[in-house]
């Protein structure tokens, strides 16, 4: 089946379509007898589609937990009780995309479906989500969202989901330990080497020469190692050609610098460092118990902050992260993702859900639920009320990076699973010392990744779907 460049409706697929995107989805599972012991004893049997009276029942899945899953009730509520024709049942649980290629590979699929960003291109690809280009008619296009934004959810010209809250990522530091040290908050670094000088200033050693307080560690919390290439304006991938572009100069110069930290302290030290036993397990521990200067975190770090220290307690500012020099004057750079909804292929009817969708898309919705996640709205503009009042009293440092031509997430790949392992053993090598620079561990990744990216060419050869840098009308006929 062709990828979503050559869908070119909306309505629920032809019988032989369903049978094409459940065989290729079975694949994911090991055998398709497995694959049906599997998905009943997760999904269970489904209950009917009633809904409540005589209103239409939406199924709605979701991923989230605790405060984030009650934001999004909220808007759901909000949508039962705006009318009288269509119910929303609201469904939260674990591991919700492998539940959900078997839902839509057994041809049951939920109504509206909530996932990241980084799912959409296999969903896409394999033809298991319909486009939500009908949205159009509810007055929703590419400008009605943030500048990055656009292209996490709509490709070739046609919208594939719609985003619900989005993640930029961006420097925070402790404002008591900088000012202690002398550093002017007011002009926080741009570049790279003006931060190397701020790390300098702000670690501290015992009596022994181990790191006591570390300035910055960018394996603390190491969520984001795909992304230092970002910041020399370099990527791991060239999406117009499909070619990696690991082994880069910019991608080099990203890991020989995030090599610089072992090299300058130790990496003994750093080991003894990261391994020291707090109270606190938290993935924030070090940067709450003053023991990182500066850390690089997402927008709901500060609701983290108030859950565990108290309201008010920690001083913390925000800034982009630096770039290397000669990026300094142009807009912020920095990863960005997104949670999203998409609509399954097979949802019984698509007219609702995009009813639901669309209303979750409104600005007054949009905003509760990205204020109730502690995150920046995915819109074009947001209010002065959101500002004002956010959780978050750096969130307009996170909206600049969304509108950032500049910022970047994963790559658009199906095997983005894959790569990002390669990816991680070669990163290790160059924190680990195992190599003197980050030259030889990023050309044997490359390599690597060249191969995982031909044989996923190969597979799409296989099944008829055409490349996913391709634009439609590069598409050969024997593919579209």
């Known amino acids: ?46 209950p009917g589609r009633a809904g409540r009276g005589d209103r239409l029942r939406l199924d709605y899945w979701e991923k989230w937990t605790a405060h984030e899953a009650d934001a999004m009730k909220v808007v759901v509520d909000r949508f039962n009780e705006s009318q009288d024709r269509i119910f929303v049942n609201y469904l939260t649980m674990g591991g919700i995309d492998r539940k959900a290629k078997l839902s839509i590979a057994a041809g049951d699929p939920p109504d509206v479906l909530g996932l990241w960003n980084r799912n959409l291109p296999f ?12 949205l159009a008619s509810f007055g929703i296009s590419e400008d009605t969202y943030a500048t990055a934004v656009r ?9 594939l989901a719609a985003p619900t809250t989005p993640s930029s990522i961006v420097l925070y530091y402790n404002r008591t330990i900088l000012e202690a040290c002398g550093v002017d908050t007011s002009r926080m670094p741009r570049t790279i080497t003006e931060f190397d000088e701020l790390i300098e200033k702000t670690t501290k050693f015992d009596a022994d020469g181990n790191v006591e307080r570390a300035g910055f560690l960018p394996t603390d ?64 521990r070090n940067f709450f118990g003053g023991r990182l200067a500066t850390t690089i975190q997402g927008p709901w770090l500060p609701m983290f902050m108030d859950q565990e220290l108290g309201k008010g307690v920690f001083q913390y500012g925000a800034c982009p992260f630096p770039v290397a020099d000669g990026l300094e004057d142009e807009p912020p750079f920095g990863p960005i993702e997104a949670d999203i909804l998409v609509l399954p292929t097979g949802a019984r009817n698509p007219e609702a859900s995009l009813e639901f969708i669309a209303f979750t898309q409104r600005e007054e919705n949009i905003e509760a639920l990205c204020s109730g996640h502690a995150k920046p709205s995915p819109l074009v503009r947001s209010s002065e009320s959101f500002r004002k009042d956010h959780p978050n009293t750096a969130v307009e440092v996170h909206e600049a990076l969304l509108q950032s031509p500049n910022a970047y997430t994963t790559p658009w790949m199906s095997s983005w699973q894959e790569v990002q392992m390669a990816f991680g053993a070669g990163i290790s090598k160059i924190w680990n010392l195992r190599a003197e620079s980050a030259v030889e561990p990023l050309e044997e990744v490359q390599m690597e990744v060249e191969a995982i990216l031909g044989r996923a060419s190969d597979r799409r050869q296989r099944r008829g779907q055409p490349d996913p840098w391709l634009r439609p009308n590069e598409v050969p006929e024997s593919l579209s």
């Open 1 to 46: 089946m062709a990828d979503d460049s050559s869908t070119t409706s909306s309505d629920a697929p032809a019988p032989e379509e369903r049978l094409s995107i459940g065989q290729l989805s079975r694949r994911v599972v090991i055998g398709s007898i497995a694959a049906s012991a599997v998905g009943y004893a997760i999904l269970g049997p489904r």
């Open 123 to 134: 969903f896409s690809q394999c033809g298991a989500i319909q486009p939500l280009d009908d």
């Open 151 to 159: 292209p996490l959810v709509f490709r070739n010209g046609r919208q």
């Open 221 to 284: 919390p190491g969520w984001w190692s795909w992304s230092w290439g970002g910041y020399w304006n370099g990527s791991l991938y060239d999406e117009g050609t499909g070619e990696a572009t690991i082994d880069s100069r910019p991608m080099v110069a990203a890991y020989d610098w995030y090599q610089s930290f072992p090299k300058r302290w130790g990496l003994d030290r750093l080991r003894r460092f990261q391994g020291a036993p707090t109270d606190n397990p938290s993935p924030y």
